[in-house]
Each structure stands twice: as C-alpha cells, then as structure tokens.
C-alpha cells in the first residue's frame, strides 16, 4: 500500500503557482520523498526528490515539513501542459524496495 | 537520448486469447520494470529485474503472466490466457542507479490492452 496521503484533485489557474501538498506521516528516517507525474496517455515522469532540505530543480521546488511528515510540491508558474496526475511517493534511497504509486493528484491547469 | 521504447502501442483481443508485450529500456540502464495501471489507479508493479535476473515478482500472476529478459536488455511480458480483468495499460520502465544509490525511473508510453 502507497505510504503517502494526496488530495485526489486540484485547480490552478495558468501562470499562478500549484501547491500540492502530501501527507507521509509514518516517513522513517532513512526514507526520501519522490515525485513524478503523468500526462494523459504518456508515462510518469520523474519530477524531483529529497531526504529533509528543501530541493529545486528547473521543473519544481520541493518543501518538506521540519517533522518530515508532510510535503508540498511547487510548480511556480502553473501551464496548460503542467495538467497531470501527481505522485508522491517515499521509497528508501538506493533500496530495492519496490515504488509504490498511489492515486495522486490529478491537477487541472485552468486558462 | 533515446527513451523507453514499447510497443505496440494499443492491441485489443478477446479472452482467453494470449498477448505479448515489448520493451526497449534506455542503453545502459541495468534495472527494468513491468508495472501494470488499470483506469483511474496508480501504476502497480509487477515485475522487477536487475540485468536479465529478476529482483521481485511478488505481485506478478504466475499462473498465466511471465516476463523475460534475455541479455539483459530488452524485455517482454507475456499473458495468457486473457482475462477481462488483465484490461489496463502495462507500462515499462528502466533506471540505473549511481554510486549514492540515486535512482530515477523513465517511463516509456506504455500498451493500452483491452480484453474483450
């Protein structure tokens, strides 16, 4: 069973940021928190990751709660093609336990 | 970069009938991934292999499903017979891990199968 607990939808509108938050509040210490998304008929794509700091990269920001319980993903500023489902995920880093996705978030980026 | 390749990309039979599934992971990439997505769900997995040895196919039906990975590179997953409730998109995925242990997956587009 997925560990996380995501709202299974969202609304933003274009240009605005999309915060979506995620709930892990059994996370143990040696877990990271992934995201990746999936567009309409395509595979989930990797987003980003982290252990506890804050994480950026050129698609999002990562903010992790100091208790490492919760999570919000943020895409800045929210486009038409930003509209997917959204997983988060915590996984052991390096281990071989297996990725298991939930149901997400499906996020509608509104014009 | 050329990414995951699988095909065909759509197939449609009856049940009862066997179908099977290919997969072309990025070069290079050691580990590969069978997940299975029903409408409205996440991606489950089904099956996990490192190489051309398999690591986990604990969640992976095999009174009917078997996957292989000969050379370790490309792969196929095959079901048969067929059920109505096999009707979902199998998607593949390949990763490789560095020397920290990072590992992301890509995803290629997946096969849409319905069984009718």
């Known amino acids: 069973d997925a560990k996380t607990t995501q709202p299974p939808s969202m609304d933003c509108a274009e240009g605005r940021a999309a915060n979506l938050p995620c709930n892990h509040s059994?996370?143990?210490?040696?877990?990271?928190v992934y995201w990746y998304r999936q567009i309409h008929s395509q595979g989930p794509q990797y987003i980003i990751h982290g252990l506890k700091n804050n994480e950026t990269n050129e698609m999002a920001s990562l903010i992790i709660t100091e208790d490492r319980k919760s999570s919000t993903l943020i895409l800045p500023h929210a486009t038409l093609r930003d509209t997917a489902v959204y997983y988060c995920i915590v996984r052991v880093w390096g281990g071989s336990e297996k990725l298991v996705f939930g149901k997400g978030t499906k996020l509608t980026v509104n014009p | 970069e050329a990414g995951v390749a699988q095909s065909p990309r759509y197939k449609i039979i009856e049940k009862r009938q066997s179908v099977a599934f290919w997969c072309n992971p990025i070069?290079?990439?050691?580990?590969l991934y069978w997940y299975q997505q029903i409408l409205g769900q996440g991606p489950k997995l089904l099956i996990q292999?490192?190489?051309?040895?398999?690591?986990?196919d604990s969640q992976l039906p095999k009174d009917r499903f078997s996957a292989e990975r000969l050379k370790g590179v490309d792969s196929t997953l095959k079901i048969q017979p067929a059920k109505l409730e096999d009707s979902a998109v199998y998607l593949c995925?390949?990763?490789?891990?560095?020397?920290?242990?990072?590992?992301?997956?890509?995803f290629g587009s997946g096969t849409q199968l319905s069984v009718l």
């Open positions: 995925a390949s990763s490789s891990k560095t020397g920290t242990g990072e590992e992301k997956l890509f």
């Open positions: 292999f490192q190489n051309n040895g398999v690591v986990d």
């Open positions: 070069s290079g990439h050691a580990t």
């Open positions: 059994t996370i143990s210490g040696n877990e990271y």
